[in-house]
């Protein structure tokens, strides 16, 4: 691939993976692995946000419990996509141990992490709306003002994956000075030609008429099949709806017909902060040439366009996760560029 402009070359790409060669993640560990091991287990805290007469539930992890007068940490908030809730989402942990946590992987970084339920999502308040993109745009605005209070940091590192990653880009977009960096995973521009978004515009006239749809078992274990069998293990899906359907089997309809009839959601030129788009080698939202269009057109020149190799929708639950990790990590870790010489 040749560069043009912006656009990154294939040695770019790999050198941008390998830019934190030498500082390597810590694997993740259950509470009870950590602590027979001899690791301090991490601190962690829920709270809630009011949008009015809505509340938000939000979950918060890092190393340490917080002190008065000291630094603040770098803030890390994560958010989820159109299926899945907060925690299954960001702070998973299979029965047999295995950790795919964001959470726990970031507070072990150094980061003070936190996510939130959207409304009508989780332990959110239930209500009568078809929570679109606006309206999770207005959760993030209630949701960060709370963490701007409790961590006295104005500026944070947003991640959104999926839809996830559309909700955190129309945030950005408005609210510019909140943000400091911005992981798009799973990200859709315009969806031209996406095999995912083309069969779920069959289902259009639905997505139009009802606020809710079908989410069960079946429909969740094919986020994790859908795109190439295999990228996941297979037993993911039931422990995730085991925890998901306690909360019932449906869920909102406003990001599927945002997602199928409303892009392009974010403006490339108008999100201002560094950006790391990060998608998996088989994702089926969206083509290269989608996302190498929005890539080119970001006006900020610190970027980067990541693949990850045998993944596909879901990096976070991924079975080639820990690469997605690293390239995250050397992301927002990355030291600030010096000014050009006169």
Not at 247 to 276: C, F, R
Request: charged share 25%; net charge positive; no cysteine.
């Amino acid at each position: 691939m040749k560069q043009n402009n912006s656009l990154l070359t294939r040695r770019s790409l790999v050198a941008g993976i390998g830019l934190a060669a030498g500082a390597q993640l810590v694997p993740g560990q259950t509470k009870a692995q950590g602590e027979a091991k001899g690791a301090a287990a991490l601190w962690s805290k829920e709270y809630t946000a009011k949008k009015g007469n809505v509340s938000l539930a939000m979950y918060r992890k890092r190393a340490v419990a917080p002190k008065a007068g000291e630094a603040p940490m770098p803030v890390l908030f994560l958010v989820h996509g159109s299926s899945i809730s907060a925690k299954p989402s960001f702070d998973f942990t299979m029965p047999n141990g295995e950790d795919y946590s964001l959470m726990n992987t970031f507070a072990r970084q150094g980061f003070d992490v936190w996510t939130m339920d959207h409304e009508n999502y989780g332990k959110s308040s239930q209500t009568e709306s078809n929570s679109d993109i606006a309206s999770g745009v207005e959760d993030l605005k209630a949701g960060l003002d709370l963490v701007a209070r409790e961590t006295g940091r104005q500026k944070m590192h947003l991640f959104g994956e999926s839809s996830g990653a559309l909700r955190a880009g129309a945030y950005a977009m408005v609210h510019p000075e909140r943000i400091e960096r911005l992981v798009f995973a799973a990200f859709t521009y315009k969806g031209d030609n996406s095999p995912t978004l083309t069969e779920r515009a069959k289902q259009l006239d639905y997505y139009k008429t009802h606020n809710r749809r079908l989410r069960d078992r079946a429909m969740i274990r094919s986020i994790y099949t859908r795109d190439k069998a295999g990228t996941s293990d297979p037993a993911i899906a039931d422990v995730v709806a085991d925890q998901e359907l306690k909360y019932g089997d449906q869920v909102p309809t406003g990001t599927y017909l945002d997602m199928t009839s409303h892009l392009p959601i974010v403006e490339p030129a108008k999100v201002l902060a560094p950006v790391l788009l990060i998608r998996g080698e088989y994702d089926g939202i969206a083509t290269m040439d989608d996302l190498s269009d929005f890539f080119r057109q970001l006006p900020n020149g610190d970027r980067q366009f990541v693949v990850v190799p045998g993944a596909a929708h879901s990096l976070a639950m991924a079975r080639n996760r820990k690469p997605f990790w690293h390239a995250m990590q050397a992301f927002l870790t990355m030291p600030a560029a010096l000014p050009l010489s006169t």
